[in-house]
């Protein structure tokens, strides 16, 4: 009993703000039409329409969101717990459990929450003032995670992570975290504007929520000497 409660008190006092948002995604995506796990959604062709409208009703299309009706000014927020696939959630939700944790605990688990839910919806507000006529259909928490990593690069620096570079072979390997950080942003910018940057993939968000995210932990923390945790210094990512 004594461990039960000691395991529950260190998960209440933890990261739990960052516990629940991952929770919350696993769970939305899960019970949607592209985890292939609900049986609701039907096979083939008609899990195939059920995803394309799924997304369209809770993921941000920039020239629906520009338009100003009601519902789809409220996307912003729903597409931060939608992902399009297992790639899509488990990669996203990695970087979250990396780097949130220790963002939070910094920040505190009010000021955490606000900040991850306005640093998404800024970034796919931002992405959408940019592709205003576009009919793309955005979801995913990148834009809200890429902000947690600009504020994790401004206030731990020099926390070591293991990281895996495609270049070194996918060794994991551990570098300070402003090695991966900036490494990370300088592979979103050359995606963001090369012609090569794919379908799908808003690296222009990623790009803003990383600058909101550090923008934030500068103007707020700025002269406020900041020690990561001992027992949180270390932690796996793939840029």
């Known amino acids: ?5 000691g395991t529950f008190r260190r998960v209440v006092t933890g990261p739990s703000v960052t516990y629940a948002v991952i929770g919350v995604c696993a769970v939305v995506f899960a019970l949607g039409p592209a985890s292939g796990l609900n049986p609701s959604y039907g096979t083939g062709d008609a899990l195939v329409l059920a995803q394309s409208d799924y997304f369209r009703r809770w993921g941000v299309i920039p020239a629906d969101l520009l338009s100003g009706s009601a519902a789809a000014l409220l996307t912003p927020l729903s ?16 970087f979250l ?12 688990h009010l000021r955490f929450g606000v900040f991850y839910v306005v640093c998404g919806c800024l970034a796919l507000a931002g ?17 809200a995670i890429s ?6 690069l401004y ?11 495609p270049f070194l072979f996918f060794l994991p390997l551990r570098f300070p975290a402003w090695i ?11 995606a963001a504007r090369g012609a090569g940057s794919g ?6 968000a990623h790009l803003i929520g990383f600058g909101l995210g550090f923008l934030h932990a500068w103007t707020r923390y700025r002269g406020i000497r900041v020690k990561a945790p001992a027992a949180a210094t270390e932690g796996e990512g793939q840029p």
Do not use: C, I, K
Request: proline residues 2%; without cysteine; hydrophobic residues 60%.
């Open 147 to 152: 902000g947690v990593l600009g504020a994790f």
């Open 199 to 204: 379908p799908g993939v808003a690296y222009l």
């Open 97 to 108: 459990f990396v780097f949130g944790a220790m963002a939070e605990e910094r920040m505190g």
């Open 180 to 190: 991966v950080l900036v490494f990370w942003f300088a592979l979103q910018w050359v």
């Open 1 to 5: 009993m004594r461990d039960w409660r």
């Open 79 to 94: 597409a931060l717990f939608v992902h399009g696939n297992w790639l899509h959630l488990l990669g996203n939700m990695l």
């Open 127 to 143: 992405y959408a003032l940019a592709h205003a006529d576009s009919g793309q259909t955005l979801v995913g928490a990148s834009g």
């Open 155 to 165: 206030l731990f620096p020099r926390a070591r992570v293991t990281s895996l570079f």
